[in-house]
């Protein structure tokens, strides 16, 4: 059974920065597209970032480009999250899953979702 693992949320000031993992285990990793997804309170879960299987692709919503950088360690079986100049408005929880694109929609890939980590950026 697949499990996932989030770790690295926090409280930290607007400007600042926290690295985020995800520890995977149960699945064959490495051959899977995966993403970061975060859900804000009173808000429907959204896509975050993707990188593909090898690590060579990587994607990201507009509202976080230039600012977070997902990265995976193949042999570890994690992937990555960093967070640069955080916003208020990226106060969420953060899940990561399997991703999939439909059209210009990215999704999880997986009905099973791990506990996610809080992230809370102060104004």
């Known amino acids: 059974q697949v499990q996932l693992v989030e770790s690295g949320g926090g409280l930290v000031q607007a400007g600042g920065s926290l690295r985020l993992s995800c520890a995977v285990s149960?699945?064959?990793?490495?051959?899977?597209?995966m993403g970061w997804f975060r859900q804000a309170p009173g808000k429907e879960r959204e896509f975050v970032a993707a990188i593909s299987w090898r690590g060579t692709n990587t994607y990201y919503d507009d509202s976080v480009k230039g600012r977070f950088t997902i990265s995976k360690d193949n042999a570890k079986n994690t992937v990555y999250l960093q967070m640069n100049s955080l916003k208020p408005e990226d106060t969420a929880v953060y899940y990561c899953?399997?991703?999939?694109?439909?059209?210009?929609?990215?999704?999880?890939?997986?009905?099973?979702w791990g506990k996610g980590t809080l992230v809370t950026v102060s104004s």
């Open positions: 899953n399997t991703a999939r694109l439909a059209g210009s929609t990215w999704s999880g890939g997986m009905d099973y």
């Open positions: 149960g699945r064959t990793f490495s051959i899977y597209v």
